[in-house]
């Protein structure tokens, strides 16, 4: 097993209504689980190849509950990346060099059975974590946007918070509302959805908590 750590934020929206049951340890609210994810890596390294400032993102679809499988994915990879990172992203994004189950990248390959074949592009990411705003842009592929939950009466930013302390992903994550359409292979819509705005530091054995 090659080592690898990533320090990073991203921005994830699915088919779920705000909160996600998924996050819960429940089934999705749709009855399946359609996602959009995108991720920049501020700081990372996997083994001597270094990782700093490239981004990557991923379309996921599944037919019921994720853990129940038989889900389609495709894995985009910033064009930026030289050969070496880009073979390095790919195995940590498909839950290699990694333990069993040890983070979400891992849990979500051993669940996909249709991977489309990757795509090296640019990949436009605007992340704000404590804002709860973002955008992911992969041209002909992902055209997501973030931003906060509204109340319902006084228009004002609603914010509300998941923390998970014995999770795969993130220790806390900022709850937004996110709208996805993509185009392709994997074909996903949402509107007004569950939005994930979080910051990950995770390595080979998982989440890294202070």
Same mark, same amino acid.
């Given at each position: 097993?090659?080592?690898? +750590?990533?320090?990073?934020?991203?921005?994830?929206?699915?088919?779920?209504?705000?909160?996600?049951?998924?996050?819960?340890?429940?089934l999705p609210d749709k009855g399946h689980c359609h996602a959009v994810a995108g991720i920049?890596?501020?700081?990372?390294?996997?083994? +001597?190849?270094?990782?700093?400032?490239?981004?990557?993102?991923?379309?996921?679809?599944?037919?019921?509950?994720?853990?129940?499988?038989?889900?389609?994915?495709?894995?985009?990879?910033?064009?930026?990346?030289?050969?070496?990172?880009?073979?390095?992203?790919?195995?940590?994004?498909?839950?290699?060099?990694?333990?069993?189950?040890?983070?979400?990248?891992?849990?979500?390959?051993?669940?996909?059975?249709?991977?489309?074949?990757?795509?090296?592009?640019?990949?436009?990411?605007?992340?704000?974590?404590?804002?709860?705003?973002?955008?992911?842009?992969?041209?002909?592929?992902?055209?997501?946007?973030?931003?906060?939950?509204?109340?319902?009466v006084t228009g004002a930013d609603s914010r509300a918070q998941i923390v998970l302390p014995?999770?795969? +992903?993130?220790?806390?994550?900022?709850i937004g509302s996110a709208s996805s359409t993509t185009s392709g292979p994997v074909q996903?819509?949402?509107?007004?959805?569950?939005?994930?705005?979080?910051?990950?530091?995770?390595?080979?054995?998982?989440?890294?908590?202070?």
């Amino acid at each position: 097993m090659t080592s690898w +750590e990533i320090k990073g934020r991203e921005l994830v929206n699915c088919t779920c209504e705000y909160g996600c049951n998924c996050q819960f340890n429940a089934l999705p609210d749709k009855g399946h689980c359609h996602a959009v994810a995108g991720i920049q890596i501020d700081e990372g390294h996997h083994g +001597e190849t270094v990782l700093d400032g490239l981004r990557i993102a991923a379309i996921f679809k599944w037919p019921g509950a994720i853990h129940e499988g038989n889900g389609e994915a495709i894995a985009f990879v910033d064009e930026k990346a030289t050969d070496q990172q880009r073979n390095a992203l790919l195995r940590i994004m498909t839950g290699q060099d990694t333990d069993p189950f040890a983070t979400m990248f891992a849990v979500y390959a051993s669940t996909v059975t249709k991977m489309n074949e990757p795509v090296f592009t640019r990949i436009d990411l605007d992340l704000d974590v404590d804002g709860r705003r973002g955008r992911i842009f992969v041209k002909d592929y992902i055209e997501t946007v973030g931003e906060p939950i509204r109340n319902k009466v006084t228009g004002a930013d609603s914010r509300a918070q998941i923390v998970l302390p014995n999770g795969f +992903e993130y220790a806390v994550a900022e709850i937004g509302s996110a709208s996805s359409t993509t185009s392709g292979p994997v074909q996903v819509t949402t509107k007004d959805s569950y939005g994930q705005f979080a910051r990950l530091h995770l390595n080979n054995h998982g989440v890294v908590r202070a």
